[in-house]
Structures are given as C-alpha cells and as structure tokens.
C-alpha cells in the first residue's frame, strides 16, 4: 500500500474536530488548565497558517489557543498540534498552488521548528527574508522579539 501524500494526509479528518473530556486525568486537568480538550483536523491549522500576514507571526501556542476559544473548549491537544501543523507545512511544500507561509508559524517561545520542509535553516532564510532576525541560544534558533510581531487571530 502507498503512503499517503501530505496532502492527503492534511484532508483525513476522521471524527475530527472532537472535543475529549479528560477530567478523569487530574494531572492533564491541572497542566492544561480544564476538562474540555479539542482536537483539531488538520485543515483548522492549515486555515489559520494561511491567513499570516507578511511580517506577521504566530505560534502553535496562538493557534492552539483560538481554535479552542472558537470550539468552546479549554485548550487544544498540544501533540496533534505539532503534527498537523508539520503536515500543513509539508503539503503546501507539496503543492503548486495555494501555498501557504507556514514558516510564520513558529513554536512556542518563537523557536524555529526544525521539522519544517528545510528544516532551521529554510525557515531562518525565509524569515530573514520577511526583515525578522533570527538568534541563536544554545543550539535552538528564535526569532528575535516574535511577541512584537504576532498576528491577533481573531481578527484574521
């Protein structure tokens, strides 16, 4: 059988959205903040990654964030986050059109995600290109003053 594409990977939604109850895992509860977890398909991170503006940022922590404020829920899974948006990376990397600037999304704290097409050094290269600065502190990259520079999603 052949591995799904990016691409195809980005439209499999399954039951997705969902919203878990978790308040059977008391340490998840007090990490995250409340019982109601969403998981997002794919294509909600896919959609909010499109919208960046140029010289605009976001993180995966913003994102996670407005997709559980908009589903009614108390966060946004922080593991399928990391995986869906790598998909919507790699398939707009995919694609011919419809392209969309996922190396505006950042991880939290406006780290670098070496998992991107390219990895640290497309997305640095790419950023730099867009007049941020990237610095390094130890071995991981960020972008220099990301707060500054983040998108309000919820007016996207």
Not at 19 to 29: F, K, M
Not at 54 to 83: H, N, S, W
Not at 114 to 131: I, R
């Amino acid at each position: 059988m052949a591995r799904k594409s990016y691409n195809e990977k980005l439209k499999t939604a399954g039951d997705l959205p969902k919203i878990e109850d978790i308040s059977d895992q008391p340490r998840a509860v007090e990490r995250w903040g409340g019982t109601k977890m969403l998981i997002a398909e794919p294509m909600a991170y896919n959609d909010v990654m499109a919208k960046i503006p140029r010289g605009k940022l976001t993180t995966t922590v913003e994102i996670r964030q407005y997709l559980a404020d908009r589903a009614k829920a108390d966060f946004t899974c922080p593991l399928t986050a990391g995986i869906f948006t790598n998909i919507a990376a790699n398939a707009s990397v995919e694609r011919d059109v419809d392209q969309i600037p996922y190396w505006r999304t950042l991880r939290a704290k406006g780290e670098l995600n070496e998992k991107y097409p390219g990895g640290m050094v497309s997305q640095q290269a790419l950023l730099e290109a867009e007049g941020h600065t990237v610095i390094q502190k130890g071995k991981r990259y960020f972008v220099e003053n990301y707060e500054a520079k983040l998108v309000d999603l919820g007016r996207l």
